[in-house]
């Protein structure tokens, strides 16, 4: 077996023991191996001329299921930036014993000063704190902001933020009456000109107490992971989970009842009737968690 080959497995399978689930790479990182296999392959043919091995590189985006030799979390030693600042524990503090709007704008003020949270933005970027209302009985929590929320600075903009709205309106709501917000306060960094990286559970580790303590506050009757970062967010990673078997079932998080379902980007690359009533049938079970009323009407949508 080649050599480079070698060594990457290696590292693969010692990520997966780690708990790693995804694998971010850059261009710059893709050429370099292409190059340095190619290298290799010409230099084995020249000593004993026997055949070529082919080697291909897949890279698969944030919130799909890779392959499970492939299945890790983004490496911070080779696919962060240079000028990453390391993360220090996470944040320890009391939710002070007022009001919930006050506790709310306490938190708010904490999460939009926090050093670490400043330290990670992009030169426009902003803190994404989250929206919604302070009685909302449903809380939507994605993975991290994207290049549209970090402008912004509010969670879910964009076509997936649209999609969403129509879900919300779906089960009879508004979005101002439920509450939205990321796994991670803020869009991380990454080497690529575009596109997204999926947040390591050390950034998600970080953010997690801003995350539960406006949970806290809020007290939804239901709090719903959208995709499979936040689900590892909220219940730790796992190399078995698989977002086709495990969406639809319900989990405790801090005492909260915890619903897995698709993230609305995945809607958006799938739009099948399948997807569609999949995800409806969470929602429905969210309703009757809730107590929302059902009609027949919605209990039908997206069936042939």
């Known amino acids: 077996m080649n050599p480079l080959k070698h060594a990457l497995i290696e590292e693969f399978q010692r990520l997966k023991a780690s708990g790693e689930e995804s694998v971010f790479i850059s261009d710059a990182t893709i050429t370099s191996l292409q190059e340095s296999l190619q290298s290799a392959r010409v230099s084995k043919s020249r000593v004993d001329e026997k055949p070529k091995e082919t080697v291909v590189i897949s890279v698969e985006s944030s919130d ?21 600042a390391p993360l220090p524990s996470p944040p320890s503090f009391e939710i002070p014993d007022t009001d919930k709007e006050s506790q709310l704008v306490w938190l708010k003020d ?6 670490t949270c400043l330290e990670h933005l992009s030169e426009n970027g902003k803190i994404v704190f989250g929206e919604g209302s302070l009685d909302a009985e449903i809380f939507f929590c994605g993975e991290a902001p994207g290049a549209d929320e970090e402008l912004s600075g509010v969670p879910f903009v964009g076509s997936a933020g649209e999609l969403l709205e129509k879900i919300i309106k779906a089960m009879g709501l508004e979005r101002d ?3 939205i917000a990321n796994i991670l306060k803020w869009r991380p960094e990454h ?5 997204n990286r999926p947040p390591t559970t050390e950034e998600m580790s970080f953010c997690l107490p801003y995350v539960k303590a406006q949970i806290e506050i809020i007290q939804p009757k239901a709090v719903i992971a959208l995709g499979n970062t936040a689900v590892n967010g909220f219940l730790g990673p796992d190399s078995k989970r698989r977002m086709g078997t495990s969406r639809g079932s319900w989990h405790q998080f801090e005492g909260t009842p915890l619903i897995i379902t698709f993230h609305p980007a995945y809607l958006l690359r799938n739009d099948t009737l399948k997807t569609k009533r999949l995800i409806w049938e969470d929602m429905l079970q969210v309703m009757e968690k809730v107590d929302l009323p059902i009609s ?7 069936l042939k």
Do not use: I
């Open 64 to 84: 799909r299921d890779l392959p499970k030799a492939q299945n890790k979390a983004p490496s911070p030693k080779t696919n962060l930036p240079e000028t990453y």
């Open 191 to 195: 080497n690529k000109p575009y596109g």
């Open 110 to 115: 904490k999460v939009l000063n926090c050093k």
């Open 296 to 302: 027949e009407k919605q209990r039908a949508y997206f």
């Open 177 to 179: 009456a439920v509450y």
